[in-house]
């Protein structure tokens, strides 16, 4: 409300001064003036008004430096002290030109203005100016470069062998943490093989045997549901009847049914059936001399069958848009059983390690740990959309992209209980947020980072569940 009122202030303030200088052009055609004679003490107002917004650009940037600082939380990651040092030799770079530009901007304005005894000097070109103001830019430019292409390949640069890795798995709207276990290296996924319970789709042949299970429930739960479609069985019964009793033709279906089990026993009408065949209905003569005695019982048989399905209770009603997405369905999941019955056959055959290197890896929620003074690779995925890992303690950032793993490495320098006491702040805690709007609840995309000794880590991981075990940590507290 008062933003609002504030707004509207300086809008009403705007169009305010508009009027004024128009009525004061007006009045100065009134009084036989011409618009560009402008009076010494006009002139003079003009200059000092330089001054006075001069004042004001510098006054409220500095206040907003004291105010605000440098913005960002405490360094605590080795690569963060290089990426702070880069950026504040960038930001004083920048602080120092804007304020020696803009004060001979507005100086000169001043000084300069006006005066009717003073002769411009014509000053049409100098090389050594010229030579100057290219040069001193093109070194300072050249410095911000080639100082901030070292950093950035420093530390985008690979891991060390012996880093630890962990790999944060996003999706909207959680993070999940997996650490490697014993065997330091990641059970192979697929997203084929995602489920409630293997979100991350760690592959395991127990796993692909569920998903199967799973998928097949469904496909089973799918076909049912077809063959139980009410319009479909009535069409299916109404063509037996058609092939059955063809001298019924042009008879309305509803009918037909309704009479032919009054009217008839099954033997007897077999039995009608063909005299009155060969002496009415030349056209379907032959047809119905070809049909066999078996493939009229079977026809029979599966009257009476969808006769029952008609009358229990297990019939669908399904708009033709449905019943297509269903089929549609079936296919999908069929698909992907033939993808895992592939995956399968072929790891197994490959690289049976492949297949148990997931069994003992560590899946998280909530918190990670990090032990201090040791390089960790963080390896990023996304389920869904792309979401982007930030850890601003570490000066950590990396896009999450579907398909597309990344990575990212820092070693933290220093642990949590550490920094609560730097801050002097108990609650203190590192954070890994999501930095990138990715959808309705991307505020909740959080994680509680605990970075502490290295025996403290081992502690703490050695007592982690293994997969398909999902542990769950203390979440970070959104105030
Ligand atoms: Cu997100």
């Not at 002496?279 to 049909?291: R, V």
């Not at 880590?457 to 203390?474: C, D, H, Q, V």
Request: charged share 25%; glycine share 6%.
């Amino acid at each position: 409300m008062i933003k609002l009122l504030i707004l509207l202030v300086i809008v009403v303030g705007v169009i305010a001064v508009a009027q004024l200088a128009k009525v004061y052009r007006l009045s100065a055609t009134l009084r036989d003036k011409r618009e560009e004679d402008i009076s010494e003490a006009d002139t003079k107002l003009q200059g000092s008004l330089f001054i006075v917004f001069m004042l004001l650009l510098f006054g409220t940037t500095i206040w907003q430096i004291v105010r605000y600082g440098y913005c960002m939380p405490p360094v605590a990651s080795e690569h963060g002290v290089d990426y702070d040092t880069l950026m504040k030799f960038n930001l004083y770079l920048i602080l120092f030109v804007f304020f020696l530009v803009n004060a001979l901007l507005f100086i000169f304005a001043n000084k300069y203005r006006y005066d009717k005894n003073r002769k411009a000097y014509f000053f049409p070109h100098d090389n050594r100016l010229e030579l100057i103001w290219t040069v001193i830019p093109a070194i300072v430019l050249a410095v911000i470069i080639i100082y901030g292409l070292r950093t950035w390949i420093d530390i985008t640069g690979e891991a060390s062998e012996d880093a630890i890795k962990v790999e944060l798995f996003s999706r909207q709207f959680d993070w999940t943490a997996r650490y490697a276990g014993d065997d330091g290296e990641f059970g192979v996924t697929n997203f084929n093989t995602i489920t409630n319970s293997n979100p991350l789709g760690i592959v395991t042949a127990e796993g692909i045997k569920e998903v199967i299970a799973i998928n097949d429930a469904d496909i089973a739960k799918l076909n049912e549901a077809l063959a139980f479609e009410r319009g479909h069985l009535l069409d299916e019964e109404a063509s037996i009847i058609a092939l059955l009793h063809p001298e019924d033709h042009g008879h309305g279906h509803d009918s037909h049914g309704d009479d032919h089990g009054d009217d008839h026993d099954h033997d007897s009408h077999r039995d009608d059936h063909s005299d009155d065949h060969g002496e009415h209905h030349e056209d379907n003569h032959s047809d119905h001399h070809e049909m066999t005695a078996e493939h009229k019982a079977h026809l029979e048989h599966r009257l009476h069958e969808v006769k029952e399905m008609l009358a229990s209770n297990k019939v669908t009603i399904l708009t033709e848009g449905s019943y297509a997405a269903k089929e549609d369905q079936i296919y999908k999941l069929q698909r992907r059983n033939q993808r895992l019955i592939e995956l399968e056959s072929f790891n197994f055959s490959e690289d049976l390690n492949a297949w148990d290197a997931g069994k003992d890896d560590k899946l998280i929620k909530g918190e990670f740990h990090l032990p201090v003074g040791q390089e960790v690779e963080f390896v990023f995925r996304s389920s869904d959309v792309i979401h982007s890992a930030y850890m601003p303690h570490f000066r950590a950032q990396m896009n999450t992209v579907p398909g597309l793993p990344t990575t990212f490495k820092f070693t933290p320098t220093v642990t949590t209980d550490e920094m609560r006491v730097q801050q002097g702040d108990p609650e203190f805690d590192y954070i890994l947020l999501c930095n990138k709007v990715c959808g309705a609840q991307h505020y909740l995309m959080c994680m509680k980072i605990v970075v502490e000794t290295p025996e403290q880590y081992e502690n703490w991981l050695s007592e982690l569940k293994t997969f398909p075990n999902i542990n769950t940590g203390n979440n970070f507290v959104i105030n």
